[in-house]
DNA sequence: CAGTATCCTGCCAGATACTG
DNA sequence: CAGTATCTGGCAGGATACTG
């Protein structure tokens, strides 16, 4: 999945899919988007994503770019993640999918 | 992952989440946002799916109404697919994702 | 607190055979 | 052509224990 500049496909929305597919991409960005958050926040406002699995994805999403992880050094440790520019470019896309899930959510009740 | 009325989660985000995660659900909505599509169509295009996976994730689709399929009695069989207005109207999402996968490829290529 | 290190589970892909 | 059925296997993701 990853070394991405490798296997970028030809469609745009393969590329991004790419990129934010995998289980937990979209929730971490969508916490992100509000701002800067430690690992511990992001693992409590995500729910029930394991410790290895939610680092593991973090880390691919700094190698991609999409996000920052900050080291501070003391006891006991912090660490915080914060999306670069690109990352927040991705906000569009968060916010449509969104409205879409507000939208299905008041459709269905109607039924 | 199904019976969606009953595990539709809070976050309207997550909400999208569980209708188009699923591996190869973007790509199927993709594909029929420009109309109509036979199942061999959709095959040939998405790439490396298999027929059972394929199957399966147009049935979810199905489902929670996002596209309709109709099987013509004819001699060799044919079936075809299409969205619904619901389905349809997942575009914007997958527009956002167009424009910014051919950002990022644009970024990326300047490096 | 924010991780590694292990081991394990289950989804999904691959291949093949069969059918209306 | 467009499926269904069955078996196999790889790997992302999950559970748990340990650590700087």
């Not at 030809?10 to 790419?18: F, G, R, S, Y």
């Not at 971490?28 to 029930?48: A, P, Q, V, W």
């Amino acid at each position: 999945m990853q070394t991405v500049k490798k296997t970028l496909p030809a469609c745009p929305v393969e590329t991004t899919l790419t990129l934010i597919s995998d289980k937990w991409k979209v929730l971490i960005l969508r916490d992100l988007l509000t701002g800067t958050k430690r690992f511990g926040e992001l693992k409590k406002s995500i729910g029930n994503v394991s410790q290895k699995v939610l680092t593991s994805q973090l880390r691919q999403m700094e190698d991609n770019g999409l996000l920052v992880r900050t080291v501070y050094p003391e006891v006991p440790p912090r660490v915080e993640y914060t999306l670069t520019d690109v990352g927040y470019s991705l906000k569009p896309i968060l916010d449509a999918m969104w409205d879409w899930g507000t939208e299905y959510k008041k459709n269905m009740s109607e039924i």
